[in-house]
C-alpha cells in the first residue's frame, strides 16, 4: 500500500542575497500542489464511534461571532466509559437543586441576555477543522506516497484541545479536553495512526456525571455569569458530585518525552503519563507526580536540556503567592527544591528558555485579576501600566537572589523558540514571537494580530535590552508554534522551523528562517489546505560523521478543508522538498504542540 503515484508538483524559488544585505530579501517559497485524493481507502469506523455521529466541520473560513453555543457537537465516548456515578439521597437532590439553578438563573437569566465575544463563541472557537472528533484506536498500513526516509523510526504524537461535550456556555479554543495523535512510522512504512483523549480526572468525573460541569477557565469565567460557575462547581464539590482534588486540569497543550514517559501537559495541572503501546494505540496511565515529588501545576512547555539530560521546568499560581516558582528534574527524575520567584502579581507565563547555564523567564504585562470578574470583565487582562521583563538565573541556583531582572517595554512572546549566551557580547539572546496586541488571544480586538519573530538581547551587567524583527518589513508574516533543532536547544542556533499563521488563526504552511541573515523560505500547502505546529526530527546526533543543523525531516498534520481529508507531510528540511505523505483515515483537528518519540525511546518507556 505504499507505492501510490507521486501526489505533488513542486517548485522552489530562491533569490541569495549576501549575508548582511541590508535592502529587503525576497522569500524563498515551496508551494504543495496536491493531487485529487478522491480514491484514498479508508478504515472502517469503530463500533464506539457509531454510538453517536461525528460532528461536522462548518465552513472553511470562521464564521462571524453568534449569540449562542455551537449545535451539539456529539463526540463519542470511548467504550465502556458511561458509567453514572453512584449517588446517595442527599446527593441526588443536591445535584437536581443546583442543576436547577444553573439552568434557571446562571444559563437563563446571567449568560443568555448578553452575547458572547468571539474569544468566547464555540460558533467560532470549535468552527470548522477547530471541531473535535471522535476517539480512533490504531488505524494500520496507511497509504504513503513519496518516500519516508529510513530513519524516521518512531511515533509523532501531536496534542491538541478536543472537547469531548458540547460546551454549555462560553468556550474558548484552549478549554477543550486533550487529545493526543499518534502516527507510528518504521522502516519507511506509516504501520498505525491513532488518537485518544487524555484520561485526566476531569474527564473521567464529566463522563460519569454525563455532561460538563468543571470551569472552562478561559472561555467561561468572566463577569458574575462566571463568578455563579464557580461557585456552583464548589457548591458541588462539597457535596461530592465532583472532587477537584483529583485534578482539574485538561492535558491538552505540550508533550514531552522525559525519563521514560511521554507527559501530556497544561498549565493548570499536574502532567498526565500517556503510554503509546506496542501496537500503536495511546493509554493514559494516570495523572503524573514524580512519584510523589511535584504537588502543584507544572506549565506545558517544560525544557529538556540536550546535554545534561535534566527537565526544566515552571510553576504559576493565580491566586495565592508565591505566584511562580522554578524546579528542574534530574535524568532519573528525582527533583531539585523548589525556587521561589517573587512577583507583585500573578502573571501568565506560557512559555520559558534555557541556555547553557541559565532559565530564562518573561515576567509580561498579561496577568490575572480575579476582582475584573466583579467588573463583569475576564480575569486575564492587559497591564498596561506594567513593564515586560525578562528575568535570568542560572539553572542551579539556590534561591531567586541571583536572578537578575531585564525589562524589554512593550514585549509579549506567547512562545519562545531558543536562547543561547553570546560569548562575544556577554549577552543572552532570546528569539521568540513577540505578539500584539498582547491579550488578543484572549480578549476581542479591533487591532490585526501580529506574531513578530523577534531577537531580544539582554545584558545582564548594565539590565538593558535590545530587539530586531528578524524578518525585513517587506517580508513580515505571523510566524508562531514551531521549534528550532532539539539537539541545539539552548545553544546558539540558526534555523527555526515555525507556521506561517496566516490567515490568523489558520496556518496556510511553515517557514525555515535563517535566524542571522533573515532569509525566509516556505512551503506552502495550498489552497484551501492548512496546518499546524511543524514538527523538527532530527538526523542521528550520534551517527559517525558530523551532521548540518538543518539535517533532518519536517513532520506536520494537514487537512483539506475541500475534500475533508487530512494527511501527515514530510518534508526536508534542509532543501524545503516534499518527501512523502502519508493518508490518514479520519480528519485530523488543527491542534497545539507535539514531539517525536524515537523507536529507542518506545522501548524505554516506563
Not at 86 to 105: C, I, P
Not at 387 to 407: C, I, N, Q, Y
Not at 441 to 452: A, G, H, P, T, Y
Amino acid at each position: 500500500m505504499q507505492s501510490l503515484a507521486p501526489p505533488t508538483s513542486i517548485s522552489i524559488h530562491r533569490q541569495h542575497l549576501p549575508a548582511g544585505s541590508s535592502r529587503a530579501r525576497a522569500s524563498n517559497s515551496v508551494r504543495f500542489s496536491p493531487r485529487a485524493v478522491s480514491s484514498v481507502p479508508r478504515a472502517a469506523a469503530p463500533a464506539e464511534c457509531l454510538q453517536a455521529p461525528f460532528h461536522k466541520p462548518g465552513a472553511a473560513d470562521l464564521p462571524a461571532p453568534s449569540k449562542k453555543p455551537a449545535a451539539a457537537i456529539a463526540v463519542p465516548r470511548k467504550a465502556g466509559s458511561s458509567g453514572k456515578k453512584q449517588l446517595n439521597f442527599f446527593q441526588r437532590a443536591a445535584a437536581a437543586t443546583l442543576d436547577a439553578f444553573e439552568e434557571g438563573f446562571v444559563a437563563n437569566v446571567l449568560e443568555r441576555p448578553h452575547g458572547l465575544p468571539s474569544t468566547a463563541d464555540p460558533a467560532v472557537q470549535i468552527a470548522g477543522n477547530f471541531a473535535p472528533v471522535g476517539e480512533r484506536p490504531p488505524v494500520r498500513e496507511l497509504p504513503v506516497s513519496g518516500r519516508i526516509p529510513p530513519f524516521i523510526n518512531g511515533v509523532y504524537a501531536r496534542n491538541g484541545a478536543n472537547p469531548c461535550f458540547d460546551p454549555v456556555a462560553g468556550h474558548h479554543l484552549f478549554d477543550g479536553d486533550g487529545m493526543v495523535h499518534a502516527l507510528r512510522i518504521r522502516n519507511g512504512v506509516a504501520e498505525s495512526y491513532a488518537c485518544r483523549f487524555t484520561e485526566t480526572a476531569r474527564l473521567t468525573q464529566e463522563r460519569a456525571i454525563g455532561r460538563p460541569v468543571f470551569p472552562k477557565a478561559i472561555g467561561e469565567l468572566h463577569g458574575h455569569s462566571g463568578i455563579a460557575r464557580l461557585a456552583l462547581f464548589y457548591a458541588r464539590a462539597a457535596c461530592g458530585l465532583v472532587d477537584p482534588s483529583a485534578g482539574t486540569g485538561v492535558a491538552n497543550a505540550g508533550l514531552v518525552y522525559f525519563n521514560g514517559r511521554l507527559l501530556a501537559m497544561s498549565e493548570d495541572d499536574l502532567p498526565y503519563h500517556v503510554r503509546v503501546a506496542d501496537d500503536g494505540d495511546l493509554e493514559t496511565v494516570g495523572r503524573y507526580d514524580f512519584d510523589g515529588q511535584l504537588g502543584c501545576a507544572m506549565i506545558a512547555h517544560p525544557k529538556l536540556d540536550p546535554v545534561t539530560g535534566e527537565l526544566h521546568a515552571l510553576s504559576y499560581d493565580v491566586i495565592k503567592k508565591p505566584y511562580l516558582k522554578y524546579f528542574y528534574f534530574r535524568p532519573d527524575g528525582t527533583k531539585s527544591d523548589d525556587v521561589e520567584i517573587p512577583l507583585d502579581q500573578p502573571t501568565m507565563i506560557h512559555d520559558f528558555a534555557i541556555t547553557e547555564n541559565f532559565v530564562v523567564v518573561p515576567d509580561h504585562q498579561v496577568v490575572f485579576k480575579l476582582q475584573e470578574m466583579l467588573r463583569g470583565g475576564s480575569p486575564v487582562v492587559l497591564d498596561k501600566e506594567k513593564t515586560s521583563r525578562f528575568g535570568v538565573l542560572p539553572k542551579h541556583a539556590a534561591d531567586a537572589s541571583e536572578m537578575v531582572w531585564v525589562d524589554v517595554p512593550d514585549c509579549f512572546c506567547f512562545h519562545l523558540w531558543n536562547a543561547w549566551e553570546d560569548e562575544a557580547t556577554g549577552e543572552v539572546v532570546v528569539i521568540g514571537s513577540c505578539m500584539t496586541p498582547a491579550d488578543s488571544i484572549f480578549n476581542e480586538s479591533d487591532e490585526r494580530l501580529e506574531s513578530v519573530l523577534t531577537e531580544i538581547r539582554l545584558d545582564t551587567r548594565t539590565g538593558r535590552s535590545t530587539r530586531r524583527a528578524v524578518l525585513p518589513p517587506s517580508q513580515q508574516v505571523n510566524l508562531e508554534v514551531g521549534m528550532v533543532n532539539r539537539n541545539l536547544l539552548g545553544r546558539k542556533t540558526r534555523y527555526a522551523y515555525l507556521a506561517v499563521a496566516e490567515p490568523w488563526p489558520k496556518v496556510s504552511g511553515f517557514a525555515k528562517v535563517d535566524l542571522a541573515t533573515g532569509e525566509l523560505t516556505k512551503f506552502e500547502y495550498g489552497e484551501g489546505r492548512f496546518g499546524g505546529e511543524p514538527c523538527f526530527v532530527p538526523m542521528d546526533p550520534a551517527a559517525a560523521h558530523p551532521r548540518a543543523e538543518d539535517d533532518g525531516y519536517v513532520l506536520i498534520f494537514v487537512h483539506d478543508e475541500r475534500a475533508g481529508t487530512s494527511e501527515l507531510l514530510v518534508v526536508n528540511a534542509a532543501d524545503m522538498r516534499l518527501e512523502a505523505t502519508v493518508q490518514l483515515p479520519s480528519r485530523v483537528p488543527f491542534g497545539f504542540h507535539g514531539t517525536f518519540i524515537t523507536g529507542k525511546e518506545l522501548e524505554a518507556q516506563a
